[in-house]
């Protein structure tokens, strides 16, 4: 998936770790979001659900290097890490049955916005580095 994605224009974020969906609500009220439960909500414990998030600049895809996934994990420290991987995507609504519980949550906050240019340093500083890597070989 990741090699067909140019921009990244939201984050989807997964929680199933006991950050409870009030504590999401609270903690990132100033933000638009929508949030909904996952398919093992109401069947494992904790609550468990996703997060979608528009962001206010679209992020190439090509960003997302391990400096850039430490920054917005340290923003959602709560959600799982591989949230932040190029291509990570679920699918949703995710409804086990019509006799699961569902609910959802629809935040009219601001958009996410995400330092870009710092991104696009670090990306590069990425690349350096990782081209000095290939000469040492």
């Known amino acids: ?80 890490i591989t949230c932040f991987d190029r291509g990570h995507w679920q699918a949703l609504p995710a409804i086990r049955n019509s006799k699961a519980p569902y609910y959802y949550f629809i935040n009219k906050g601001e958009l996410l916005n995400l330092p870009i240019d710092k991104y696009k340093d670090l990306y590069e500083k990425f690349i350096i580095d990782e081209q000095r890597k290939y000469k040492k070989k």
């Open 1 to 80: 998936i990741a090699d067909n994605i140019d921009y990244m224009y939201a984050l989807q974020l997964d929680f199933d770790n006991g950050f409870s969906i009030e504590q999401f609500k609270e903690q990132y009220k100033h933000l638009k979001y929508i949030l909904y439960t996952s398919w093992s909500y109401g069947f494992k414990p904790n609550d468990r659900y996703r997060v979608i998030l528009p962001l206010q600049t679209k992020l190439p895809i090509q960003y997302l290097v391990s400096g850039v996934k430490n920054h917005l994990h340290l923003m959602f420290k709560d959600a799982d």
